[in-house]
């Protein structure tokens, strides 16, 4: 248990760190709302979109591919979003709706998932894990594109207003266009990859320092309601229903507990930087995801302990 803790502290606690320093620089008034406007669309539009380029680029499609994981991740997926929309339009203003329906289905399984799944299944849990990471930032851009354009601040999309935001988003652009040099193992020169890898590396931390400056007391009481709402969704609730129905359908040892953790894994950065690239609710878009962050310390390890302990991952 104490290994586990601490291989989940180590992910996180650098997350932490990020947003810490964030509010700290802008404290001190290092960084402003001009600089973090500018850093976001930066993420949104150059870092992030080649960050996942690399990350498809390099993966082998053929390796772990399980239809039967696959197939359940993705229906899985949508009926938590779909789950998390019902809610919405019974209890969530309005305004707010998108970014809390993306908060709460939205997990960095990139970051977080991936090397928690490396660490508790060695290579197998990388390759199936990184085979799931392309479904997953497919499936999540998708639907939190269509979600923040639906109530969308500037008025109710039309379904071709939608479908242009999707076609146009520059996260599923990098991913839809670094799929043939992943399926045909076209290689990159290696100047380019290493120039792209120094680019993308930003992405994280620059990320995770926005967020941070971000969040102040005054946003984090006035979304203090709905950040909750939407964290206990994301890391209870979900992830709870998510992995019984994993289990129902004949799923157990490795595949359970990595699908597990996918589901459990804290709001992703990306959500902050989608929201603030559309104008809506950026400060609860940042709360949700300090708020799961600091939850998933827990959540995670008392599921995965509790799967070790039933015999069933």
């Keep these: 248990m104490l290994a586990l803790t601490l291989q989940t ?9 990020m947003l810490f320093l964030g509010t700290l620089l802008r404290r001190l008034g290092w960084i402003d709302p001009a600089f973090i406007n500018t850093a976001s669309s930066l993420v949104f539009r150059g870092t992030m ?12 499609l053929n390796t772990a591919l399980q239809p039967k994981v696959l197939g359940y991740f993705a229906v899985a997926t949508l009926v938590t979003f779909l789950g998390a ?8 203003p309005r305004n707010d709706r998108g970014v809390y329906v993306q908060g709460s289905f939205r997990g960095n399984n990139g970051i977080v998932g991936l090397a928690l799944v490396g660490s508790l299944y060695g290579d197998y849990g990388l ?34 207003g939608v479908l242009k935001g999707i076609a146009r988003n520059p996260l599923i652009i990098g991913v839809v266009s ?20 120094y680019f993308a590396r930003m992405t994280l931390p620059l990320a995770l320092i926005c967020i941070g400056g971000t969040l102040t007391l005054s946003a984090l009481r006035a979304s203090s309601a709905l950040a909750i709402s939407a964290s206990l969704m994301k890391m209870v609730w979900l992830p709870l229903i998510a992995t019984f ?4 359908v004949g799923l157990r040892g490795a595949e359970l507990g990595i699908l597990f953790v996918y589901f459990a894994c804290p709001t992703a950065a990306a959500s902050f930087v989608m929201a603030k690239a559309v104008g809506a609710n950026a400060e609860l878009a940042a709360a949700i ?21 039933l015999g069933l991952a």
């Design 245 to 248: 129905g994993a289990w129902l």
């Design 9 to 17: 502290l180590s992910v996180t606690a650098p997350v932490f760190a």
């Design 127 to 160: 390759s199936l894990g990184a085979v799931l990471t392309g479904l997953v930032i497919l499936m999540f851009n998708g639907l939190s594109v269509m979600i923040l354009a639906i109530y969308s601040p500037n008025g109710q999309a039309s379904l071709l």
């Design 289 to 309: 995801i300090a708020l799961t962050t600091l939850i998933s310390v827990v959540s995670i390890n008392a599921g995965i302990l509790t799967l070790q302990a």
């Design 49 to 60: 979109p080649v960050l996942l380029f690399l990350v498809m680029q390099q993966a082998d």
């Design 85 to 92: 929309w019902g809610w919405a339009l019974l209890r969530v």
């Design 178 to 197: 670094s799929l043939p040099f992943a399926y045909f193992q076209i290689g990159l020169p290696q100047w380019l990859v290493t120039s792209g890898d």
